[in-house]
């Protein structure tokens, strides 16, 4: 066997298809390949396919016709009768298994062979990857990408073939270093626990062959916990100097990953955050995008942890950064927090990581115990996938999923089941291998910890870690976040799941309460009947709501019913009352049951004699749980004769399934101060959206903090010049008949301009997925993608593909799509509240606020959000569009002053089309004239410039010399300039 096709599996075909797109109905199939193994010996086939020039993306044109192809061309007619002989009965093995069967199924309908799917052999073998496309598994499995020799040689069918040797040797190599501990393969456990040594096709080539060496594959990479680093010189840095080392240009161009250029406004931002954290001060910084602040901050707290840790000054040495997304968090962790502690060469002296709530981590004890798992196949490989990912406690980060491996075996079904209990979840006693426990424990050691603002509102680590040090980035958000930080919730339909716990669901609160009896001498009679009466009792007045709500009709459309419990509108007045006495009853009946476990509870032990116990824990825990929202009921139904201090929320589901009763409190700033900064010595708030009518007054306001200084820093790129803003004049009213046709018909039209690299976000998500419906019509047949998952982002920055990417609320920040991936944000609508939100018209109207003083500030920091999604680096360019401007003036006059951006350009879709390309293009080729100057040597011009591009996340590729002209491509676009 050839050594350059060598492949530890035997008697198999590697195939692969290449098309012009992704959609099977409309592709076309231009390449097959494939390489077949038989007894060791190696058969190729490649055929190229008649197909029309127009249906050739721009990688597939150049490939085809940039140069002569002297190979035949023939037609699928003409190749079905070679390749299904080639073929015979072999299983195919290919990158994509979804795709290529589908692709099959249309064009080879004939050909029934077995289909293996490489992508999901890697999830199984390598759940804890963040990727499985083929470029990320080569560059992690193997080292033929550092291989500049190796780097461009293989063929896409060959590095499968290296990618199925590396996840199975790697595999292998596991086992032998594990098997004295364990003694048992992989291959044992799937054939005797799951029952699938003939269910799953890949099952048996997951056995180790006999007398099978690992000679041969040497370009395999077996270390898996490879990080790929820069070389970087050796230098001394002084680091009491802070904030001045970011003069120190030779520090942060070392090892040349990524361009840096001295600003003397991030160095001011550094040196305040510093004397912030020495004076113990608080501090509010706008810091706008491009400022450099994620940066400059991690530049501070990584030298204050290092020097004060060197001193001694433990509680100083230990910092807490919140963040506003999970996203964020994994973003700090996984590149900027590195890439800080590597240039500073402090990697191995800082310790750093990130926590969440429990809810985010799965517990090992209740996926063991989990019954969601049934007998079809995707299920038992889902469970296989969760229980080997969480095994060793290593991985357990919802969040750190790989998005192909959550969709693919659809992993919502059971995650719900199988995440950590906040509050059965005892982390100090938990015996298992637990990802969530090993971060716990670390805690302590840490200086630099991640989190979120969910988790900073209540902090349930304090035991191991004080937040003494803190900076809140995004911290715009917490202006609005906060009513849902503090709120409380009661749902009838989480309720009534939490009541199956009591004699229903095992082990049942019933069984505790008697074993504790029985270990206590049988101190009291625990009448299971009374624990049934009253949670029939519970169930049939939560019922009888909610046909109430159906026979008072309080749904309309398809939107839940929502309302201000005090102040309804005029129409449901009479209702809301008749609802105040059925919530009244559930409340009585919560009350019941709980008065009845806990005297039960309370006559059986004392807390002091069974606090150890976990039966007891358990008991009182769900006996909390039903105080809690006897409580919130309370609360909710009071009549206070004083001014109120919540906003009362009534709400019915669309389908009549559940209402939700939600207590949100007014007063915020008392809430942060009490909750969050009461024993944090310094706090630094940071936003790149801090400004509501050139101020910082009504952000510092709201959250308590009048005293605290402030720093503005000013505009860091040129969105005058760089991007305009229109409001379109003929798109219609969000709530008209004929909006979502001209929303997705305008879009459609853009993306024809643009080749795609948009983002389109919503205000409603309903409307996000009508629109989506009607764009995914006129995108059929063409080679648009439409994706509507965060996790889909990373397409906009593959220049081969025309990516549209459809968000709501999840979108509007936390996105750093920078340079030509994204040259184009749209929102449907400028994001008022409505007159009827039930927390507006609280605050309004206890809080004396005006409906422009509520709704103002929140538009504001939306729209300057998804603004900002455009424009992240110097090279970023392009169109905001605002399908409805609605028909307030002055709020989009006061809007264009706040975002600092160009004037609003009103005007109608059409003249709109007509004018883009000419701004596209001249915005191109000054980047373009902008990375040729930076290259200062013209040896290896080619390299250097292409280089450059893609440090500057720019499409521009250097294309060679014609006639005295040099050449460059950007997608679509050729620019030639005379050589000098």
């Not at 780097?151 to 270093?177: G, P, Q, T, Y």
């Not at 060197?310 to 590195?338: A, C, H, M, R």
């Not at 047949?781 to 968000?807: A, C, P, W």
Request: net charge positive; charged share 30%; with cysteine.
């Amino acid at each position: 066997m050839n050594s350059r096709d060598k492949s530890v599996l035997d008697n198999v075909i590697y195939l692969d298809i290449v098309t012009t797109g992704f959609d099977e109905l409309s592709l076309d199939i231009i390449e097959i390949n494939a390489i077949k193994i038989i007894d060791n010996n190696i058969y190729t086939y490649k055929r190229k396919v008649q197909h029309e020039k127009k249906t050739l993306t721009k990688i597939q044109r150049e490939k085809e016709y940039s140069e002569k192809i002297e190979e035949k061309v023939e037609t699928l007619e003409q190749i079905t009768k070679s390749l299904s002989e080639f073929l015979e009965d072999y299983p195919l093995i290919c990158f994509n298994g979804i795709h290529l069967s589908k692709v099959m199924l249309r064009c080879f309908p004939e050909i029934k062979n077995n289909v293996l799917n490489i992508m999901e052999l890697a999830a199984i073998l390598e759940p804890w990857l963040k990727e499985y496309t083929l470029e990320y598994l080569v560059q992690k499995l193997t080292n033929i990408s550092e291989n500049k020799h190796l780097k461009n040689e293989f063929s896409n069918i060959e590095c499968s073939i290296k990618v199925v040797n590396a996840l199975l040797c790697r595999e292998w190599a596991r086992e032998e270093r594990v098997f004295k501990r364990r003694k048992v393969t992989f291959y044992e456990i799937l054939v005797k626990e799951y029952a699938l040594e003939k269910r799953w096709a890949w099952t048996k080539y997951i056995k180790r062959p006999l007398l099978f060496t690992f000679q041969g594959y040497e370009y395999i990479n077996y270390d898996e916990n490879k990080i790929a680093k820069p070389k970087l010189k050796k230098m001394q840095i002084k680091y009491d100097e802070y904030e001045n080392l970011l003069r120190k240009t030779d520090i942060w161009t070392n090892g040349g990953d990524f361009g840096y250029k001295y600003r003397e406004q991030q160095r001011v931002l550094a040196e305040k955050i510093k004397t912030n954290i020495e004076n113990e001060e608080k501090i509010f910084i706008e810091a706008p995008t491009g400022s450099g602040k994620t940066f400059a901050y991690l530049l501070i707290l990584t030298l204050k942890a290092y020097i004060n840790k060197g001193s001694y000054k433990v509680q100083d040495s230990s910092f807490i950064i919140s963040t506003d997304t999970k996203e964020l968090q994994n973003q700090l962790i996984s590149k900027d927090i590195p890439k800080i502690l590597m240039k500073l060469d402090l990697d191995e002296k800082i310790k750093y990581g990130s926590i969440k709530g429990k809810s985010n981590y799965i517990c090992s004890e209740r996926l063991e115990k989990s019954q969601n798992f049934n007998g079809e196949l995707k299920s038992i490989l889902a469970e296989v996938f969760l229980k080997r990912l969480c095994k060793d406690g290593k991985y357990g980060d919802i969040e750190n999923i790989s998005y192909f491996a959550y969709t693919y075996f659809s992993l919502e079904k059971y995650l719900s089941d199988v995440v950590c209990e906040n509050e059965s979840c005892n982390i100090e006693k938990c015996l298992k291998p637990c990802f969530l426990k090993n971060r716990y424990n670390e805690l302590p050691a840490e200086n630099i910890t991640v989190i979120n603002h969910s988790l900073l509102a209540s902090w349930p680590y304090n035991e191991k870690k004080k937040i003494t040090h803190l900076v809140i980035d995004e911290a715009h958000n917490l202006m609005e976040k906060c009513y849902d930080f503090f709120s409380e919730e009661f749902n009838s339909e989480e309720f009534v799941e939490l009541l199956k716990n009591a004699y229903e669901v095992e082990p049942t609160i019933y069984r505790q309460l008697t074993n504790l009896n029985a270990s206590n001498g049988y101190r009291e009679n625990v009448e299971l009947a009374k624990i049934k009466y009253w949670i029939t009792e519970i169930k049939t007045n939560i019922g009888i709501m909610l046909n109430k709500s159906i026979e008072l009709k309080l749904v309309k459309d398809e939107y839940n019913f929502r309302s201000e419990f005090s102040l309804p509108e005029e129409a449901f007045k009479e209702k809301i009352n008749v609802l105040r006495f059925h919530i009244s009853k559930i409340k009585e009946n919560i009350y019941g049951i709980y008065s009845l476990l806990n005297r039960y509870l309370n006559n059986i032990t004392s807390e002091e004699e069974s606090k150890e116990d976990k039966d007891y824990k358990i008991v009182y825990d769900y006996i909390m749980k039903l105080k809690s929202s006897y409580e919130i009921l309370d609360v909710f139904l009071e009549n206070s004769t004083k001014k109120e201090t919540h906003a009362k929320v009534i709400e019915v589901s669309k389908e009549y399934s559940y209402f939700k009763i939600t207590n949100i409190p007014l007063n915020i700033e008392e809430l942060v101060n009490d909750r969050i900064l009461k024993d944090v010595k310094s706090t630094t708030f940071l936003s790149a959206t801090f400004r509501i009518n050139n101020s910082l007054r009504k952000m510092k306001c709201f959250l308590g903090q009048n005293e605290a200084k402030e720093l503005i820093l000013p505009q860091t790129f040129r969105l005058k010049d760089k991007t305009k803003i229109f409001v379109l004049n003929d798109i219609g009213r969000y709530n008209s008949s004929n909006f979502l046709k001209n929303s997705a018909k305008f879009i459609f039209e853009m993306a024809l301009k643009l080749n795609g690299h948009m983002l389109i976000l919503f205000t409603n998500n309903l409307r996000r997925k009508a629109v989506e419906e009607e764009l995914a019509e006129l995108a059929r047949n063409t080679k648009f993608e439409i994706y509507s998952h965060k996790k889909s982002l990373k397409y906009l920055k593959d220049d081969s593909r025309q990516v549209i990417i459809l968000g709501s609320k999840g979108f509007f920040e936390g996105i750093d799509i920078p340079g030509d991936a994204l040259t184009c944000v749209m929102v449907d609508k400028i994001p008022n509240k409505s007159l009827e939100d039930p927390l507006l018209k609280a605050v309004t109207t206890y809080k004396k606020e005006s409906y422009i003083d509520v709704n103002y500030p929140q538009v504001c920091i939306k729209l300057k959000q998804i603004y900002g999604r455009l424009v992240r680096s110097e090279m970023d360019y392009g169109y905001f569009c605002i399908l409805d401007g609605g028909q307030n003036t002055n709020v989009l006059n006061k809007l264009e002053k706040d975002l600092c951006g160009p004037r609003f350009v009103f005007e109608d879709s059409k003249n709109i089309l007509n004018k883009i390309n000419d701004d596209s293009r001249r915005w191109k080729i000054e980047n373009l004239k902008a990375m040729m100057s930076d290259i200062k040597n013209d040896d290896g011009f080619a390299e250097n410039f292409n280089c450059e591009s893609k440090k500057m996340n720019s499409f521009w590729i250097y294309r060679g010399k014609y006639n005295g002209k040099i050449l460059f491509k950007n997608i679509d676009l050729i620019a030639e300039f005379t050589k000098k």
